[in-house]
């Protein structure tokens, strides 16, 4: 039947049938009632405060009940309280106030201390980057950083995990942050701040993605042809930051798994990287070329301005140490690369990749949904991996990074 099409048309009709169930299938996801964005954040045991925030338990309960300005949190059966993540940020307010919060423990900027920002990097596909991203944004906006995430990936799945879809609602993105003038339409970049969207956590805000992504790529291209005077594409990004330099403790990038100018001008603008390395990418040799091409993109950067991060850390994702060939590697790398590997492992878990096979953020889930051991394994893996991002950040900030103590 199809022998008449011209392979051309027969693409074209196998688009059409994609983007037409593609659209269904999405405006079922974000349906009005399925929008995560239209409910809070879930509520938070005092014994989950006091982890987010490091105070023992005892002494926060003896703080909920004596300290002035503190939230009334909401009473649920079993006569236990809950807080929501907007009382927690006040709870920190009020402990730091009362002294009660050396600056170790305060995830926020003291005078002087410069934003921190960290490039979520690596170009292979599917390694965790944007899992990791989201759930490090999550745990860390809960102890108290002010966070604005930046997704430079065109497929935008950051931005869809926070339910943010530019390119569906017509809303701005990077890209009309990034952008090149347009001297034939006189259209031009817009302000970072005209491009924030807040979320559904209070403390992160996000510059979504989109598709349009791919233009910045062209336009920087034929900007090089025609060397036209204007910001170089890698200063694109830490120039556009500047406007919002006082407003976040903390920017993290979600990066693409390809090379791009987009990708260069946020590893210019980052003061700290992490790379995820998944299991799947453990054959060392393609570890080791990435390497090599990521030594040469900061060569690219480093034409024009040395550059020296605070840190660079690797970390294993989707590990599970019951393989043997997985533990295998791990300890091969671990023992080559010794400090600079995160002690802790994003552990791989099919409990939070749900039938859409996206990977929901921990926090958003109740732990009662989950055997306990499921939750708590992967309850320390992330509050593990944000800890040590924590105290990398801590140590930029000229602070000792502050040790958990058991309760
Ligand atoms: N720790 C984990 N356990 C189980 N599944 C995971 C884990 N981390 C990620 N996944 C799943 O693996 C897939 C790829 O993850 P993710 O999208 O985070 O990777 P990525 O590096 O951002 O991919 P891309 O390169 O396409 O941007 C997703 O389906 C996600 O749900
Ligand atoms: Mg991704």
Redesign the pocket.
Do not use: C, E
């Given at each position: 039947m199809a022998a008449g099409l011209l392979a051309s048309e027969q693409l074209m009709n196998f688009s059409e049938i994609i983007d037409t169930a593609l659209a269904q299938q999405r405006a079922l996801l974000h349906a009005p009632e399925s929008r995560k964005s239209d409910t809070p954040l879930r509520l938070f045991s005092v014994r989950e405060v006091s982890h987010a925030l490091r105070v023992k338990y005892n002494s926060l309960r003896q703080y909920l009940n004596t300290l002035d300005g503190m939230p009334e949190g909401t009473v649920e059966p079993g006569n236990r309280k809950y807080f929501s993540a907007e009382e927690i940020n006040q709870i920190l307010e009020v402990l730091r106030k009362a002294g009660k919060l050396e600056d170790s423990r305060y995830p926020r900027r003291l005078p002087g201390d410069p934003q921190a920002r960290l490039v979520?990097y690596?170009l292979?596909?599917?390694?965790?980057?944007?899992?990791?991203?989201?759930n490090l944004a999550q745990f860390l906006a809960l102890s108290g950083y002010k966070i604005l995430a930046i997704d430079l990936?065109p497929?935008a799945?950051?931005s869809d995990m926070f339910d943010i879809q530019a390119d569906v609602e017509g809303l701005p993105s990077i890209y009309d942050v990034l952008r090149y003038s347009d001297a034939d339409s006189g259209e031009g970049p817009i302000p970072i701040t005209q491009a924030i969207q807040a979320t559904y956590v209070p403390n992160i805000d996000i510059v979504p993605g989109s598709m349009s992504m791919t233009e910045f790529e062209f336009e920087t291209s034929a900007n090089f042809r025609s060397g036209s005077e204007g910001t170089p594409f890698h200063r694109r990004i830490s120039d556009a930051l500047e406007m919002v330099d006082d407003t976040y403790d903390l920017v993290i990038f979600?990066?693409?798994?390809?090379m791009s100018f987009a990708v260069i001008s946020a590893v210019y603008a980052a003061t700290g990287m992490l790379i995820?390395l998944?299991a799947g990418m453990l054959d060392v040799v393609s570890l080791a070329k990435f390497l090599e091409l990521a030594a040469s993109t900061m060569q690219v950067v480093e034409q024009h301005q040395d550059k020296r991060y605070d840190f660079i850390r690797f970390v294993l994702?989707?590990?599970s140490a019951s393989d043997p060939a997985q533990l295998q590697l791990s300890s091969f790398l671990r023992s080559h690369l010794s400090g600079s590997m995160l002690s802790h492992d994003?552990?791989?878990?099919?409990?939070?990749?749900?039938a859409g096979?996206?990977?929901n953020p921990l926090l958003e889930l109740p732990p009662s949904s989950f055997h306990r051991r499921t939750y708590d394994r992967?309850f320390e893996?992330l509050s593990g991996i944000a800890d040590e991002v924590d105290a990398e950040i801590m140590r930029a900030w000229g602070r000792e990074p502050f040790q958990r103590e058991a309760d």
């Open positions: 979520v690596n292979k596909g599917g390694v965790s980057k944007t899992s990791l991203s989201v990936d497929q799945s950051f979600d990066t693409p798994p390809h995820p998944s994702t989707r590990y994003f552990v791989s878990s099919t409990a939070v990749a749900d096979n996206t990977m992967i893996s």
